[in-house]
């Protein structure tokens, strides 16, 4: 089982709709929990992170945490298509300081 | 712009060669991580520096070496380089380890 895993996508949805994206993880000392956005051929980009189980909202995205079930989710409302990119899960252990990626959902955004 | 800079961007070398990557951290922060990004995959985290000491590594050879520097840039060089070692290498800054990571643009190396 891998640590972190991301549906791979791509995930296709209209101009304007909501964008859910999931992530599940295994080791349940984790305690900080990111999303970053990468474009192709750039750097990964970090634009929400949430370390309490519950919601949290950042303009257009919402991080959702539930460390009983293991598992962070990331929607987007009102998806543009500059939305279109892969977003990376990352979650970092209690007892290390790296952070361990999931393999990204290409989502792609259609006017 | 996260204020992350890395050198070269692009560098091409042949196995068996060394090579040695640079990142300049934002300012104020003082640990550096380090990951390799092969194409369609997520970041692999290589090792992480703070106050210029080694604090964590991952999964990775010996031949995969850094160092952090008092100005807290930080350098990683590979030795001997395989094929697989082609991939996108990444630079991250930190307040402090274990905090949100912020990512240079990256050092792409083809070995050929």
């Known amino acids: 089982q891998k640590e972190v895993e991301q549906n791979s996508g791509p995930l296709s949805v209209p101009e304007g709709a909501i964008a859910s994206l999931n992530c599940t993880y295994s080791?349940?000392?984790?305690?900080?929990f990111f999303w970053y956005r990468q474009y192709s051929g750039k750097s990964p980009e970090l634009i929400m992170f949430i370390y309490s189980n519950g919601d949290k909202e950042d303009g257009r995205f919402t991080a959702q945490l539930n460390k009983a079930s293991q598992y962070v989710s990331l929607l987007i409302r009102d998806s543009q298509p500059s939305d279109s990119a892969t977003y990376l899960c990352a979650v970092n252990i209690a007892a290390g300081n790296k952070l361990t990626f999931g393999g990204g959902t290409r989502v792609l955004v259609k006017p | 712009e996260t204020g992350v800079t890395q050198s070269p961007t692009h560098l091409i070398k042949t196995r068996g060669q060394q090579v040695t990557l640079r990142c300049s951290s934002q300012s104020g922060h003082n640990t550096v991580s380090w990951y390799q990004q092969a194409l369609g995959q997520g970041p692999q985290f290589i090792f992480q520096?703070?106050?210029?000491?080694?604090?964590g590594r991952g999964n990775f050879p010996p031949r995969f070496s850094g160092l952090q520097f008092p100005n807290y840039s930080s350098e990683l060089n590979v030795n001997a380089l395989e094929l697989d070692d082609s991939a996108l290498y990444l630079c991250?800054?930190?307040?402090?380890?274990?905090?949100?990571?912020?990512f240079g643009p990256g050092t792409r190396l083809t070995v050929l």
């Open positions: 520096y703070y106050r210029e000491e080694e604090n």
């Open positions: 991250a800054s930190s307040l402090v380890f274990g905090n949100e990571q912020f």
């Open positions: 080791d349940r000392g984790s305690q900080s």
